[in-house]
């Protein structure tokens, strides 16, 4: 957890990526991820989207419910995602169809921090955020 810490603190420290906004800005992120996951784990081979797709679609059960990332952000996160709880649509979180996606490093943290502890009841390992992102990026319409 330690470790994890410190990676983010270095995450963070980068600071706010460019504000130009594409797939490129999402590509950055994933390899800023994969760099600390790979100095935590230097076993981890580096971004699979094939393991992000997994992360993604799998449910975990929470208050009796089986629920996953694709619960609210649906099975193709290049399609207008809806909130399984309030039913508010969400936009894309594919960078293909949706721009302003993994270009703002606070919000990609808060939302990381948030829906992996909503969902897998901790804060998501770098690895699964490279993973996760390298799946993203991986989607068209
Ligand atoms: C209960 C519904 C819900 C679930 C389940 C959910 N999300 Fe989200 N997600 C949202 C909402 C709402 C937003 C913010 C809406 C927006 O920015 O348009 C969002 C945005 C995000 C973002 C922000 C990306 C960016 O750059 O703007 C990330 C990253 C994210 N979610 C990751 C995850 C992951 C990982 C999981 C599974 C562990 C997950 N979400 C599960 C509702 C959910």
């Keep these: 957890m330690k470790k994890i810490n410190i990676g983010l603190m270095l ?3 980068l600071g ?17 991820y994969e760099g600390i ?7 981890y081979a580096g971004e699979s989207p094939s393991d992000g797709k997994v992360f993604f679609n799998n ?9 996953a990332c694709a619960s609210c952000h649906t099975d193709n996160p290049a ?8 039913g508010k649509p969400i936009r894309p979180l594919a960078p293909s169809v949706n721009a302003k996606r993994f270009t703002d490093i606070d919000k990609v943290e808060e939302n990381f921090s948030k829906h992996c502890n909503d969902i897998i009841a ?17 989607v068209k319409k």
């Design 11 to 13: 995450i963070l420290s």
């Design 59 to 67: 449910l975990i059960k929470v208050n009796g419910k089986d629920v």
């Design 16 to 32: 706010a990526l460019s504000a130009h906004a594409d797939v490129t800005n999402a590509e950055k992120l994933a390899k800023k």
């Design 122 to 138: 901790r804060e998501c390992t770098a690895e699964e955020k490279a993973n996760f992102i390298a799946y993203l990026i991986t």
């Design 37 to 43: 996951a790979k100095a935590i784990n230097p076993k």
């Design 79 to 86: 399609n207008t995602g809806k909130h399984m709880v309030t």
